[in-house]
């Protein structure tokens, strides 16, 4: 069942989103070579508390963390630790909030310091990537259509489009209906309508689409252990068209060919 939300409760879910969105832009803004994840996971939850809202994540399916953090190889669903960040790599942050009742997801993947050229390509492309499937979610069109813009980009430059992990509705629960492949036919699956919420979350790996688990249960890898980017936004589907809720930064402008950060 997709639950259509209303004006009103877009406007209580764009607060949550927002809580989201500062808690990583102010991760950009501190991160920097020699942290740990554990640093940025702590002060990520004190961050997302001072607002009084909650850290979703945290004991969703016996999730032990208020982020995941995934770098270079690792895709999703990333353990904070006392790893410190370096140079060069690429650092996924995920991060959800209950806030009065209603969730914000969202994720930024952060270069830190210089980072390889092939990397910086991926990270751009999977800005470009995400922008395409935000774009696509108007009145009219179904999720096939999100997830073939999506594909399409990746395709283009010949990533790896992992396909094991999905983005999905959301609102008052972190995941609703309907799921979003980030790869798919256009004019398949749902109808996009009024009042939908959507966290589009592209995944794009550098060589095969193929990712596997580790054995702490929940950090995903690269099945060749080569790069992997994700981004996620959350989005409104109203009838002047999308309405994207995610205002951290690192998306790519209409226009530009830079990636901002
Ligand atoms: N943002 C992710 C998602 O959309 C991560 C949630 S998994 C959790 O599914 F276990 F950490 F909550
Ligand atoms: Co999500």
Redesign the pocket.
């Known amino acids: 069942m997709i639950a259509l939300k209303s004006r009103k409760e877009i406007d209580r879910i764009q607060e949550s989103v927002d809580i989201v969105s500062d808690t990583l832009n102010k991760i950009i803004e501190i991160i920097e070579p020699g942290i740990t994840t554990a640093e940025l996971d702590r002060f990520a939850e004190k961050n997302i508390r001072g607002y009084g809202a909650k850290p979703v ?1 945290k004991g ?2 016996g ?1 032990p963390y208020a982020t ?1 953090i995934s770098i270079n190889e690792e895709v ?2 990333g353990f904070p630790s006392e790893r410190q960040v370096k140079n060069g790599d690429l650092v996924s942050i ?1 991060i ?1 909030v209950k806030y009065q009742g209603f969730v914000g ?1 969202s ?1 930024r993947t952060i270069p830190v310091g210089e980072i390889s050229p092939e990397a910086r390509l991926l990270l751009m492309r999977s800005y470009q990537a995400l922008d395409a499937g935000c774009r696509a979610a108007t009145i009219g069109h179904r999720i096939g259509d999100i997830s073939h813009a999506v594909e399409h980009i990746a395709n283009l430059y010949g990533y790896g489009v992992v396909r094991d992990f999905v983005g ?1 509705g959301v609102g008052r629960e ?2 609703e209906d309907p799921q979003i492949p980030n790869y798919g036919k256009p004019g398949k699956g749902p109808r996009l309508q009024e009042g939908m919420v959507l ?1 589009i ?1 592209p995944m794009l790996n550098l060589g095969t689409h193929e990712v596997e688990v580790l054995e702490d249960r929940w950090t995903v890898v690269t099945k060749d252990r080569s790069l992997s980017v994700h981004v ?1 936004n959350m989005v409104a589907v109203l009838p002047e068209g999308p309405r994207v809720l995610t205002h951290a930064n690192g998306v790519i402008l209409p226009g530009a060919d830079e990636n901002p950060l």
């Open positions: 994540f969703y399916r999730y995941c999703v669903h995920d959800g997801d994720a999905h972190l995941h966290a979350e996620e």
